[in-house]
Structure formats: structure tokens, C-alpha cells
């Protein structure tokens, strides 16, 4: 059965620094395209950033570079995501999701024209709340 379960969510003062955990079951996250996405009250959900750990393949959203970093665990099925410098702008429910698409036979990357398009996803977690007061 696949999983996915964030945690480490919070209330952080503006300028902090959050680390969100997805743990993961039901495949191997090195194999696919997994991503962060968050979704503030009124707002339409959008992607942070994706990683694909096999074949390198990574995104990061304008707003994020610099300040937010994926990273995973293979060994743990541990998906991250590193917030630093936080602003209140970034208070939003923050989830990770797996995007198990096969084109031509292949499993796809995090690519271009597609990482942060939300319904390519097929499977969520249930989010994590962050906070950011100013």
C-alpha cells in the first residue's frame, strides 16, 4: 500500500527555519518523482520542488530557490524538505506527493513541463500546517 505522511510542521517566527519529514511506504522513492507542494488559505495548491534521486532530475519554484531544499533518505524512504529564512508568506499546509507516470516505458523525471502541475500526482499525504508570525 502506498503512503505517504508528512510531519514536522509548527509555528516558526518569521526569519526561522523549518525541516518537513515525509516518510513513505509502498515503493522506493529513489526510483520516482516526488514533490513538495503547499497550499495557503484561498490559494491554489503549487509546487515547491521535486527530486527524482535515480536519474538527478530536480525543480525548484523561483520563490523557493535559496531558501528551501529537498533532499532524501534512501535508506529511511525519507523524503525532506529544508525551509530556511521563512517568511509569513510561506504559511500554507505543505504535502508531498509521488508521480508514478510511464512514458514510453519509462518512469518520468522531474521535468520542466510537468514537476509542479499538481494533478499529474497520484498519490498525497495528508499535510503538515506551518505557521510563519511576523
Known amino acids: 500500500e502506498v503512503q505517504l505522511v508528512e510531519s514536522g510542521g509548527g509555528l516558526v517566527q518569521d526569519g526561522g527555519s523549518l525541516k518537513l519529514s515525509c516518510a513513505v511506504s509502498?515503493?522506493?522513492?529513489?526510483?520516482?518523482?516526488i514533490g513538495w507542494f503547499r497550499q495557503a488559505p484561498g490559494k491554489e495548491r503549487e509546487g515547491i520542488s521535486c527530486?527524482?534521486?535515480?536519474?538527478?532530475?530536480?525543480y525548484v519554484a523561483d520563490f523557493a530557490k535559496g531558501r528551501f531544499t529537498i533532499s532524501t533518505d534512501s535508506a529511511k524512504n525519507m523524503v525532506y524538505l529544508q525551509m530556511n529564512s521563512l517568511k509569513p508568506e510561506d504559511t500554507a499546509v505543505y504535502y508531498c506527493?509521488?508521480?508514478?507516470?510511464?512514458?514510453?516505458?519509462?518512469?518520468?523525471?522531474?521535468?520542466?513541463?510537468?514537476?509542479?502541475?499538481?494533478?499529474?500526482?497520484?498519490?498525497w499525504g495528508q499535510g503538515t500546517h506551518v505557521t510563519v508570525s511576523s
Open positions: 506527493a509521488v508521480d508514478f507516470t510511464v512514458v514510453s516505458g519509462t518512469l518520468v523525471p522531474c521535468s520542466g513541463r510537468r514537476w509542479a502541475r499538481r494533478h499529474d500526482y497520484h498519490f
Open positions: 509502498g515503493f522506493p522513492i529513489d526510483d520516482y518523482a
Open positions: 527530486l527524482r534521486r535515480d536519474d538527478g532530475s530536480t
